[in-house]
């Protein structure tokens, strides 16, 4: 069976880590693009809406406290078939959303366009992350942990000094585009929250889950959502949302007003880790959604086996070792 170590620090590292999408760091350019300032009103409303979200997940893993997540949920509520779907979508989903922060990271740290190098990075973290998870419970907690901090320092970094070099007038004509454009704004930065679903995957590896995977929960996501709403209010109230928008790396350029060209250069590496760390969620978690899914027949059996020394699903993580890269 699953090892039943983790506390709630550890879950709510992973909360933390794996809500954290790209948009936490690309949004506030992005929502700048298509609303300019208002786009700070488009995270308050989607950090609330986000938190009403978590609650939802919040309850359903304290009635299903079980690996499958949201594939368990699912088979509760409607039939196998759509249960098998949902198990399918969310496992596909999650991958692509882990290939996705992977190449993002690389891009934060390698701008240049020697692609065959960033290919060749990206294969290395994906190869060493879904390692990690192959030998322990324990060694993938410890990561998490590290990147949760790494990922709260780095915009703590930016936005307390930020709160300093901020220019009021930056933030006039709040509506420039009008309301409508607003609403349409989160939709683009959504991304930020997507992640909820991956503590849930750990509900066999945590001490009391009942109590423990919803509380982490609900306290990522108002983390997270702070986190995202000071960003991109300090974002531009330093540096005017034309400049911010036209931007392929925001924060970049936030970070070099803030503490110079060094400064610059150590915030992209904070944002690389703190990527990497939010792909490490995934990685670590689905694994268990497979092994869900192969317990109940709806794939190969054996990728439901348990390692004997590690206690984890090793079959589930090659196999998804060799679909993610």
Known sequence: ELKR?????TILSLAIASIMGTGLFFGAGIGASYSGNGSILAWIILSVAAVLISMYFAELSSMYPKAGGIYEFSKHAYSRFFSF???????LVGNLTTALLVVAAINYLIPSQQSWIKIGVSIFFIAILNL??????EASAFLLVIFA????????TLIFPGLFYINVSNYSQF???GVVPVFITIFFIAE??????????LAEETQ???????????IGTIIVGLLGTLTATVALGIIPWKILAASNAPLSIVAERIIGNIGMKAINIGIFVALIGSAAGGLITMPRLILALARDKLFIAQLSDIHEKFKTPYKAIIFQTIVSL
């Open 5 to 9: 170590i983790l506390g709630f620090w």
């Open 85 to 91: 779907l949902m198990g399918w979508v969310a496992w």
């Open 192 to 201: 930020s929250f997507f992640g909820w679903e991956s503590a849930t995957y």
């Open 208 to 218: 009391e889950p009942e109590k423990t995977i919803p509380k982490a929960i609900i």
């Open 175 to 177: 509506f420039e585009f």
């Open 149 to 156: 901090f790494a990922s709260i320092g780095v915009l703590s």
């Open 132 to 137: 990690v998870a192959y030998f322990g419970i």
